[in-house]
């Protein structure tokens, strides 16, 4: 992984920094070879929980200390198994009559296991009343290109937050 961090000028000054338990509004692109696979909107920060484990640690570990205002560029290659490896015994075929309506190739769709938990799988062909899915995490084996922006830095128990 490596990474680049830009600290925009008008933000120089700031006083707060991200910490373990900060609360964030970000803005993001996900990315690999060239092709967009998810953004925010330009104009509509995120919210993002730092330490819930919902990016990798080492992308958390990266904003660490970073201020509002802070441009990230991280590359995530897949040799390092941030998602975990492509396995092959996670691509399953199930039957069209499995599914409420038709599913299209590249939908992401949930499924509930039998103990509750939901996991997601993605379409990836149809034929007759075969469907194929995809239960791999759908960034593993990829490069990926992860631009972050901290838009605003909420710390517990600090009197001034920052945007």
Not at 106 to 114: A, N
Request: hydrophobic fraction near 35%.
């Amino acid at each position: 992984m490596s990474i680049q961090a830009e600290q925009a000028e008008e933000n120089t000054a700031s006083s707060q920094s991200v910490t373990s338990e900060s609360r964030l509004l970000i803005t993001y692109d996900i990315s690999c070879g060239g092709e967009q696979l998810e953004a925010s909107e330009l104009d509509e920060a995120v919210e993002y929980q730092m330490g819930q484990g919902m990016w990798p640690i080492q992308l958390e570990l990266e904003m660490l200390n970073e201020a509002v205002g802070t441009n990230l560029q991280v590359v995530v290659r897949a040799v390092d198994n941030v998602f975990g490896k492509v396995d092959p015994e996670r691509v399953m075929q199930l039957q069209q009559n499995d599914f409420s309506q038709a599913p299209e190739p590249g939908e992401l769709i949930e499924f509930e296991l039998p103990d509750g938990e939901t996991v997601e799988g993605q379409i990836l062909s149809t034929f007759g009343d075969q469907v194929e899915v995809d239960f791999n995490h759908p960034y593993a084996g990829r490069d990926l290109n992860i631009r972050i922006r901290i838009e605003a830095i909420f710390n517990p128990g600090s009197q001034k937050n920052e945007y």
